[in-house]
T-cell receptor
């Protein structure tokens, strides 16, 4: 089975609220993690990444948190907008810089106006 | 971020014909590219890893004679679905590895009638 999974398959939030999407991984040797956003009919779009030597990284309106103790990854989206509606995938990389990405099942985020 | 393009974006073909999909990294060189397949509401499934100048590495269960991959240059990889059948209908997405991370193309929707 997949080593990366998500706690919530769907998430519905009100516009303007903060969103938190969670991800659990099982490979403690994974050294790199990425969050992707995929809109309907399009390819995954890179959002933010984090290396295993960090526990937090911030981007524009997004923050990724990494808890290696419990092997948990989360994506926080501040002031969620309708344009944020999409499926969000976490991915972990095993095998160092030449390793492949392993994708989670995805969480669908729906933003209510 | 880096740009990866795919062509065509959509293709409809008759059963038994072959279809070629191109993947290009537009602003960086990629020695490694990846081909994924995605079914509706599912996560990405890695089909094969394409290495410039060498044979592709296929994931278990993926027929290499069915899905021909050629990585002729540092910016171009092609996937040819040979003798396509309706069960090959899917969303095919390529990805290119750039230093430190991985970027995805917009995907190609294949419909085999």
């Amino acid at each position: 089975g997949e080593s990366v999974g998500l706690h919530l398959p769907t998430l519905s939030v009100q516009e303007g609220d903060n969103s938190i999407i969670n991800c659990a991984y099982s490979n403690s040797a994974s050294d790199y993690f990425i969050w992707y956003k995929q809109e309907s009919g399009k390819g995954p779009q890179f959002i933010i990444d984090i290396r295993s030597n960090m526990d937090k990284r911030q981007g524009q309106r997004v923050t990724v948190l990494l808890n290696k103790t419990v092997k948990h990854l989360s994506l926080q989206i501040a002031a969620t907008q309708p344009g944020d509606s999409a499926v969000y995938f976490c991915a972990e990389r095993d095998g160092g810089s030449q390793g492949n990405l392993i994708f989670g099942k995805g969480t669908k985020l729906s933003v209510k106006p | 971020g880096a740009v990866v393009s795919q062509h065509p974006s959509r293709v409809i073909c008759k059963s038994g014909t072959s279809v070629k999909i191109e993947c290009r990294s537009l602003d960086f060189q990629a020695t490694t590219m990846f081909w994924y397949r995605q079914f509706p509401k599912k996560s990405l499934m890695l089909m094969a890893t394409s290495n410039e100048g060498s044979k592709a590495t296929y994931e278990q269960g993926v027929e290499k004679d069915k899905f021909l991959i050629n990585h002729a240059s540092l910016t171009l990889s092609t996937l040819t679905v040979t003798s396509a059948h309706p069960e090959d209908s899917s969303f095919y997405i390529c990805s290119a590895r750039s230093p430190g991370t991985q970027y995805f193309g917009p995907g190609t929707r294949l419909l085999v009638l």
